[in-house]
RNA sequence: GGGGGUGUAGCUCAGUUUGGUUAGAGCGCUGGCCUGUCACGCCAGAGGCCGCGGGUUCGAGUCCCGUCACUCCCGCCA
């Protein structure tokens, strides 16, 4: 017989009945009645329980046994008599009628339960992460995980793509988030960094004519933690592809994604054709570019409406603001549908929203007995207000709020109202995974504290109209191919077709106010490989812990995470970052200059 | 780097508004009883620097100041 087990405890059902079997586990819960003991025994498969008797000789190790401790139990399959049958549990036909009982390992009383899994502090959950791994919620999560990547691998290798290895150690980059570092000890004062992402390695295999490569990649920036984002490391279904467009780059990951939420979405529906929205239709529309489409509002510009109208709060904001440039200087006033919300209830708890968010309020019309109600449409007059109605299909019962300004300042809280709105009036569906592509992004954007033209997004991505663009248009003007998948509010990645031509990186850069020194000395090797002969590539790498997390139902990155720093960018288990010794620091050439609160 | 929230038993929380006797409950833990439970049940018990430091007061879990920890957000995240 085997030393632990014959079967796993996921295992026993009617047809052993009558098998002597061996199965080890954790003691998960024991239910002591004085003349009969149960024990469930637990293991990564399942729960089976064992039953023992008082005139048994293995009765009092069973009765000493605590939770948490590790058995081994010999015995015979017994059936359970009907009305005992546990219908909640697959092994629960059976019982296994304890013979011997062996205590493997011990355990001390619990810091965190296992059983029941109540709330517990992040911290202890943390510093214990092994007993919180047992849990069933987490131990399940960190399995599905498994499992969608164990799927991506396939339906990616399928696809013909090819799965290969970007360095660890690599150079640190001059822009994008804060690198972490590592020193070097056989080059004195000089230090690699941890890839941000590989994204310079892709590009490379792209040149190296790999055609089509995929990776799970490790990426790793130092930014401060979010409950979706985890300090320090992340990791990305990172994808390039030679001699494609944008639309061949869609036509590849589409289906993964698609495939990957009908499998693991627990039956919920999932986005047929992901819809296509440009960038400044998506910012117009929701105010964003990772929009919810689960929420059904849709925002509309309501100026012509106001302008020298009767509002005259709105109708001066719009004279005032009447010159520049749309959507940054151009005062406008955008209208937020709501279905459902007319009444004076619902519009007062918006006003009063809105002002907890430091906004002077929001303003609205609500519609009832064919009329609107409110201040607007007082001094807006029935005409205009019987026009607005009909212009955004809105009756009785129905509502419309106004946002107003320069749209540049004001779409990030119209973003945020619409979302209350969709939820509050349950216009949101809940049940269901809803993707676009977002696309036509700005290539370029105004830093207005350094008061310059900056890249808004991969400096590598390639203009959209190439060098005649960069040369004849304004900079601002330009898009870029480059696109986002966005899925129920979560960006999910973003991807762009490459620049492969040295004259145009040049030029982009040269807008950009990099002098071409600069881009020499940062990006030499890339711009070396790009004279070469670098064929037309492009990609995107989506977040895995983000899909894990929409698929799991969690908006916490630790829920699917196995081995989660804290928001403070620690490991309470292992006790990480940690001090090393004087002498690791005098082989690496590293003195330590700490901050005068820490000298001591 | 900045802002909000929280901090009371091993854990989840009540008590703080309005300072006043011995700080409570549930879960967990320990012991006892219990032959069909599966969130077993019943009885008893142990367990508290009320985060820490200072202040106001006859008196502080409660009010004030500071500080620390955790958490959420902003900055940051090509």
Known sequence: MHAYRTHTCGELKKQDVGAQVRVSGWVHRVRDHGGLLFIDVRD????????????????????????????????????????????????????????????????????????????????????????????????????????????????????????????????SSPEGARDFLVPSRMHPGKFYALPQAPQQFKQLVMIAGFDRYFQIAPCFRDEDARADRSPGEFYQLDIEMSFVEQEDVFNAVEPV?????????????????????????????????????????????????????????????????????????????????????????????????????????????????????????????????????????????????????VPKDFAEFAARARVKIGEDLELTATDRFEFCWIVDFPMF?????????????????????????????????????????????????????????????????????????????KFGGMLRALTFGAPPHGGIAPGIDRIVMLLCGTENIREVTMFPMNQQAEDLLMGAPGEVSARQLRELHVRLNLPASEKE
């Open 44 to 171: 990564h498969y399942g729960l089976t329980q064992c039953v023992i008797e008082p005139e048994n000789a293995e009765f009092a190790k069973a009765e000493a046994a605590r939770a948490e401790w590790v058995v081994r139990v010999d015995g015979r399959v017994d059936a359970r008599s009907g009305d005992t049958v546990n219908t909640n549990l697959p092994t629960g036909e059976v019982e296994v009628r304890i013979a011997s009982l062996e205590v493997l390992s011990q355990a001390p009383e619990l810091p965190l339960p296992v059983f029941g899994e109540p709330d517990y502090p992040e911290d202890i959950r943390l510093t214990y992460r092994f007993l919180d791994l047992r849990r069933e919620t987490l131990h399940a999560n960190i399995m599905k995980r498994a499992d969608i990547i164990a799927s991506i691998r396939r339906r990616m290798t399928d696809g013909g793509f090819f799965e290969f290895q970007t360095p660890i150690l690599t150079a």
């Open 257 to 405: 994604l698609r495939g990957l939420f009908e499998e693991f979405g627990g039956g919920h529906p999932v986005t047929q054709g992901f819809p296509r929205i440009p960038y400044w239709r998506s910012m117009r529309l929701y105010g964003c570019d990772k929009p919810d489409l689960r929420n059904p509002i849709e925002m509309s510009d309501a100026s012509h409406h106001f302008r020298g109208s009767g509002f005259k709060i709105f109708a001066s904001l719009l004279d005032k603001h009447d010159k520049g440039r749309e959507w940054f200087d151009n005062a406008e006033v955008w209208a937020i549908p709501a279905k459902g919300g007319g009444s004076r209830a619902f519009c007062d708890r918006m006003n009063s929203w809105a002002q907890g968010e430091g906004q002077p309020g929001l303003g609205y019309i609500f519609f009832r007995e064919g009329e609107g109600a409110g201040p607007i449409a007082k001094n807006l007059g029935e005409t205009v207000t019987q026009q607005l109605r009909q212009e955004l299909d809105l009756h009785d019962g129905d509502a419309v709020f106004f946002v107003a300004g």
């Open 445 to 521: 954007e105004w830093d207005e504290e350094e008061k310059k033209v900056e890249f808004s997004h991969n400096p590598f991505s390639m203009p959209q109209g190439g060098l005649e663009a960069l040369e004849t248009k304004d900079p601002l003007e330009i898009l870029a191919w480059q696109y986002d998948i966005v899925c129920n509010g979560v960006e999910l990645s973003s991807g762009a077709i490459r620049n492969h031509l040295p004259e145009i990186m040049n030029k982009a850069f040269e807008i950009a106010g990099y002098d071409r020194a600069v881009l020499e000395e």
